[in-house]
């Protein structure tokens, strides 16, 4: 069974760091795209970036651009996402999804997701 | 960069027919995918390239793909599917994926 499991929820002050996780299992980790998906309160869904473990690939949309750190650990089959310095307006829910099909299919859709890891950034 | 446009919210009385768009340039061109997301919960696919459904999603749910619009029909609306829906392509001009503005869909 594919699971796609996410750390627990965050409270951080502005200027903290963070990383939150995503711990897959039931399908071969280095074979699939892992991308990271936003969701601020009471909006929409925004791309953040995609990361192949395979071979370390990484895209991330302009606007997170710099902002964030994908990264992945093969030995636990685990996504990463990272802040060197959280600001007030990260606060959102961030969700983890695996895209479908293995190698090269940009254009398919994400089959499975993790249960959302909530992040407060307040002070 | 490309956008998907969605009316914000589409009302319906149990056991007629949701009609929700998604607008984008030559849209036909690339796969659609839509996504149902209940409050609390993880978004979940409910209609892929264009047409196609997972597993498990009833044939209530019909998508189609022409022109500019893509649609995503739901037919014989239940109580249980009210949700947000959310469509979403791949750009192939700037690698980037594309989430529609999301249209919360009200059982009346």
């Known amino acids: 069974e594919v699971q796609l499991v996410q750390s627990r929820a965050e409270v951080k002050r502005p200027g903290e760091s963070l990383r939150i996780s995503c711990e897959t299992s039931?399908?071969?980790?280095?074979?699939?795209?892992i991308a990271w998906v936003r969701q601020m309160p009471g909006k929409g869904l925004e791309w953040m970036g995609i990361f192949y473990p395979g071979d370390s690939d990484t895209r991330y949309s302009p606007s997170f651009q710099g902002q964030v750190t994908i990264s992945v650990d093969k030995s636990l089959n685990t996504a990463h996402l990272q802040w060197s310095s959280l600001k007030a307006s990260d606060s959102a829910i961030y969700y983890c999804?695996?895209?479908?099909?293995?190698?090269?299919?940009?254009?398919?859709?994400?089959?499975?997701w993790g249960q959302g890891t909530l992040v407060t950034v307040s002070s | 960069s490309y956008v998907l446009t969605q009316p914000p919210s589409v009302s319906v009385a149990p056991g007629q027919t949701a009609i929700i768009t998604c607008g984008g340039d030559?849209?036909?061109?690339?796969?659609v995918h839509w996504y149902q997301q209940k409050p609390g919960q993880a978004p979940v696919v409910v209609v892929y390239?264009?047409?196609a459904r997972p597993s498990g999603i009833p044939e209530r749910f019909f998508g189609s793909n022409s022109g500019n619009t893509a649609t995503l029909t739901i037919r014989r609306v239940e109580a249980g599917d009210e949700a947000e829906y959310f469509c979403?392509?791949?750009?192939?001009?700037?690698?980037?994926?594309?989430f529609g503005t999301g249209t919360k869909v009200t059982v009346l």
């Open positions: 039931g399908f071969t980790f280095t074979s699939y795209w």
């Open positions: 030559n849209i036909e061109s690339r796969g």
């Open positions: 999804a695996r895209r479908a099909g293995t190698g090269w299919e940009p254009e398919a859709y994400f089959d499975f």
């Open positions: 390239d264009d047409v």
């Open positions: 979403q392509v791949w750009d192939k001009n700037t690698d980037h994926y594309v």
